[in-house]
């Protein structure tokens, strides 16, 4: 009922139990701040945030590889060669803003000593990033974990290279021979700019697949320089279907809904429609 809404200011904390809170995930460091004021102010209450398709795949990859709470943090700044792997940092990807301007100023050539940045792009749809592609490779989503596989293999890998190389051997066999022979002369170019040059996975792609560009930026000098791992804060939220259980325990009589449209883009299985009618 909107008229409880009025009164949610006032609601004591204890009062709050039953309150959860679903949104959609954001960057702002204002919304964290006031997320962080919320939990404190109301600690039985539920902060739960969700999106259809995830983009923090990258984050949890960095995590499992240092054991901390990291998120990757790219610079085109440095970065003379660049492959781009299922992503759009010139587009719709987060962060897009800063990178084209760091992009731009890699292409811009003012005397004949200046030298322009060069970008591969590996991809399933013509994206704004593929527009600006020196090299383009179209290859389905499905095999882009494959591909970073086979780049990898491209490369020395030091002491992991014993137990690594039968896996990604493995990861890639489904790769044709045109594909393979494109990932190899990419990488022999990203190869001899070590420490200025990236992988860069795209936000959508499987934790293991950014592991695997985590691991070549690695081999290649990069990390610290083109792409660097920053602490930041625990996510404290729960996840859609840490809500969707809740509801079902009984546990929650009053959900806000704050951006998002859940009963359209939820996982199927939740029926979250009908978790709605619960409360």
């Not at 959508?204 to 990390?223: D, T, V």
Request: glycine share 8%.
């Amino acid at each position: 009922d909107h008229r409880d809404l009025h009164s949610f200011p006032t609601r004591r904390s204890s009062d709050l139990k039953g309150v959860a809170l679903l949104t959609e995930k954001s960057s702002s460091p204002t919304r964290l701040r006031l997320k962080k004021a919320f939990l404190k102010a109301y600690p039985q209450a539920t902060w739960a945030e969700y999106e259809p398709v995830a983009t923090d795949n990258g984050k949890a990859a960095a995590s499992i590889v240092a054991g901390a709470n990291l998120e990757p943090k790219y610079d085109l700044s440095n970065a003379e060669r660049i492959l781009c792997v299922a992503g759009d940092f010139l587009g719709d990807n987060p962060g897009a803003m800063g990178f084209g301007k760091q992009f731009a100023d890699g292409r811009r050539v003012r005397s004949s000593k200046d030298k322009m940045n060069r970008l591969y792009v590996a991809e399933s749809g013509f994206s704004t990033t593929g527009a600006m592609a020196d090299h383009r490779k179209r290859l389905a989503t499905s095999q882009m974990t494959a591909f970073l596989a086979a780049a990898a293999l491209e490369i020395e890998l030091g002491v992991e290279g014993d137990a690594l190389r039968p896996i990604f051997q493995k990861l890639a066999s489904g790769l044709d021979a045109d594909t393979k022979e494109w990932i190899s002369k990419s990488m022999a170019d990203l190869a001899h700019f070590k420490g200025g040059s990236l992988v860069y996975a795209g936000p959508q792609l499987s934790k293991e697949a950014h592991g695997i560009a985590f691991l070549i930026n690695e081999k290649l000098g990069n990390l610290g320089k083109t792409v660097s791992l920053v602490e930041v804060d625990a996510d404290e939220s729960a996840s859609i279907e840490d809500l969707a259980a809740a509801i079902d325990s009984g546990s929650v009589d009053t959900l806000l809904i704050s951006g998002g449209n859940p009963v359209y883009n939820a996982p199927v299985e939740l029926d979250f429609a009908s978790k709605l009618s619960q409360i």
